[in-house]
């Protein structure tokens, strides 16, 4: 079966400080798809990425980033230079077949707090 | 494009009501799914669809049904509410399975 470990419940850091969110993850498929969410507190949930197991390429989108290591079945988010609108619960979440179809499955979730 | 709509935003059942959650998507997509979120914990997959009048369980059916007779509604029914089902409940949809887009959820609390 699959399942998503988000083991940090919440992170509190001061803005500006760099800030990784760990996800750690198991499945038995060769083929499948990661993905991360956030949840701010006005509780929508919004798409940042999905990768897929074939490529292992970190990724950049301005001050957010992406490591995907299947060596150690990790998928971790980082925020540099934390901003208080990063405020917010982060989800990663897998899906084992069709990127999706069957639904995804979720981490708990990170709670991130970024104080002025 | 109103991506996808779910109503009512909050609302509160007496222990063995009924209620239908709507949710509804104009984005043409065929995959849509029902997830509640309970209290710091992660979301989890109720039912899902990948297309009209074909839906499936997800991890957490029991006490749920829905129906799906359009692409672009999947209403989610509750039978004999209970506790237990208060929770936040989102519906979502997808293109081909690919990243879901959500809906702004729906609020139950069941006394």
């Known amino acids: 079966a699959q399942k998503v470990t988000q083991a940090q419940t919440e992170i509190s850091v001061v803005e500006k400080e760099d800030v990784t969110l760990d996800c750690v993850y198991e499945?038995?498929?060769?083929?499948?798809?990661l993905f991360w969410y956030k949840q701010p507190p006005s509780g929508e949930l919004v798409f940042l990425i999905r990768r897929n197991s074939f490529d292992e390429q970190n990724e950049i989108s301005g001050r957010y980033s992406w490591n995907f290591q299947k060596s150690t079945s990790s998928f971790n988010f980082t925020i540099t230079a934390s901003q208080v609108v990063d405020s917010a619960v982060y989800f990663c979440a897998l899906s084992e077949e069709g990127g999706g179809a069957d639904g995804l499955t979720f981490g708990k979730g990170t709670h991130l707090i970024i104080q002025p | 494009n109103a991506g996808v709509t779910q109503t009512p935003k909050f609302r509160i059942l007496k222990i063995g009501q009924s209620m239908t959650l709507q949710c509804t998507q104009d984005m043409n997509h065929n995959y849509m799914y029902w997830y509640r979120q309970d209290p710091g914990m992660g979301l989890k997959l109720i039912y899902y669809?990948?297309?009209?009048?074909?839906?499936d369980k997800g991890e957490v059916p029991n006490g749920y049904n829905v129906s799906r007779s359009t692409t672009e509604d999947f209403p989610l029914r509750l039978e004999l509410a209970a506790p237990s089902q208060t929770s936040v409940y989102f519906c979502?949809?997808?293109?081909?399975?690919?990243?879901?887009?959500f809906g702004p959820g729906t609020r139950l609390t069941v006394t």
């Open positions: 979502a949809s997808s293109w081909k399975g690919y990243e879901q887009y």
């Open positions: 499945t038995r498929d060769t083929t499948y798809y």
């Open positions: 669809s990948v297309g009209a009048g074909i839906t």
